[in-house]
């Protein structure tokens, strides 16, 4: 069963605009990760986030997370042609299982 | 480091056939897990080990077997390969599972399986 649910499922977007992501989940976690998947490779962890954490940031990424309302989202910055990618977030409920979801695919136009 | 390696890359099979996809890590992670890729499916949990000795079934199990006797290995069994089985098989494992987290999944860069 998915755990994490993102949305939208594919997104489109200009080089230099922003893209937003969002994953919602159905019952309490310990913590909340984002992945990227390059076309035909494998998953990259890019940030994770813990249950009493509300937003972290790493480079142009931005997570938030708001525990009532079992939702994250992930924030790039000023989109570039390589962050073309399917996007994945994967929550970690406390046995030792990580459940992904079915990813976003975004798609940066140059 | 090598990170986490898979081989084959690529596998075709016919029904019936067994065989083995291999899994190693050189970062001493306790934690180890395979995962199947499907489209529109997203990842789905095979089987997952907390540590040499120690194996546990994930969401989809059936028709999948491990073991972990080194810390280093992970593989996984298809018993009698199945056409429901052919997907992209991904291995991952992590440093830590704290308490009852589980952190940050280093992947391999998969095996793509076809069975006909």
């Known amino acids: 069963s998915q755990q994490g649910e993102e949305d939208p499922q594919a997104l489109s977007i200009q080089e230099g605009e922003n893209a937003t992501m969002n994953c919602s989940y159905k019952?309490?976690?310990?913590?909340l990760q984002w992945y990227r998947q390059n076309s035909g490779r494998g998953l990259v962890h890019l940030i994770l986030i813990r249950s009493n954490e509300r937003e972290k940031h790493s480079g142009r990424l931005r997570v938030t997370l708001d525990t009532s309302k079992k939702s994250s989202s992930l924030l790039i910055t000023a989109s570039r042609a390589a962050d073309t990618a399917s996007y994945f977030c994967a929550t970690a409920s406390g046995n030792y299982k990580l459940t992904f979801g079915k990813g976003t695919l975004l798609t940066v136009n140059p | 480091n090598a990170g986490v390696t898979q081989t084959p890359k690529f596998q075709v099979l016919k029904t019936g056939q067994s065989m083995t996809l291999q899994c190693a890590q050189d970062?001493?992670?306790?934690?180890m897990s395979w995962y199947r890729q499907d489209p529109g499916m997203g990842l789905r949990l095979i089987h997952y080990?907390?540590?040499?000795?120690?194996?546990d079934q994930g969401e989809v199990p059936n028709g999948y077997n491990v073991s972990r006797s080194t810390t280093e290995d992970f593989p996984l069994r298809l018993l009698s390969a199945a056409p429901s089985q052919t997907s992209v098989y991904f291995c991952?494992?992590?440093?830590?599972?704290?308490?009852?987290?589980?952190?940050?999944?280093?992947f391999g860069p998969g095996t793509r399986l076809t069975v006909l």
């Open positions: 080990s907390v540590g040499a000795g120690i194996t």
């Open positions: 970062m001493n992670h306790e934690y």
């Open positions: 991952a494992s992590s440093y830590s599972h704290t308490g009852t987290n589980t952190d940050t999944q280093y």
């Open positions: 019952t309490s976690i310990n913590n």
